[in-house]
């Protein structure tokens, strides 16, 4: 099992930054991939982007291309999401997830969520 603790997150002004983290217990050597996700009022969760722990490979969902990094600490078991450039489209309950090897993408550990929220 792994489980995942979330920090970070809150209010922020447009054009603001926020960095959320999310740091991993347990069963860690097991993780392959990792990644945020976030859900908007109303709409569906999706991913935001996500690491592979060894390599350091990244993906990025267009809308956030150029103005959020993804980035891990192996060391400390931690996971980060640098948001630049933020705007109220950004605001969402942000989720870190956990893909084991051989998980297939379907990331069965979560984190507890934290609320993103952008004012103009």
């Known amino acids: 099992q792994v489980q995942l603790v979330q920090s970070g997150g809150g209010v922020v002004q447009a054009g603001g930054s926020l960095r959320l983290s999310c740091t991993a217990f347990?069963?860690?050597?097991?993780?392959?991939?990792m990644g945020w996700f976030r859900q908007a009022p109303g709409k569906e969760r999706g991913i935001v982007a996500n690491?592979?722990?060894?390599?350091?490979?990244?993906y990025y969902e267009d809308s956030v291309k150029g103005r959020f990094t993804i980035s891990r600490d192996n060391a400390k078991n931690t996971l980060y999401l640098q948001m630049n450039s933020l705007t109220p489209e950004d605001t969402a309950v942000y989720y870190c997830?956990?893909?084991?090897?051989?998980?297939?993408?379907?990331?069965?550990?979560w984190g507890q969520g934290t609320q993103v929220t952008v004012s103009t």
């Open positions: 997830a956990a893909d084991p090897f051989g998980g297939n993408d379907d990331y069965p550990y």
């Open positions: 347990g069963r860690t050597w097991t993780i392959e991939k």
């Open positions: 690491i592979t722990w060894s390599t350091g490979t990244t």
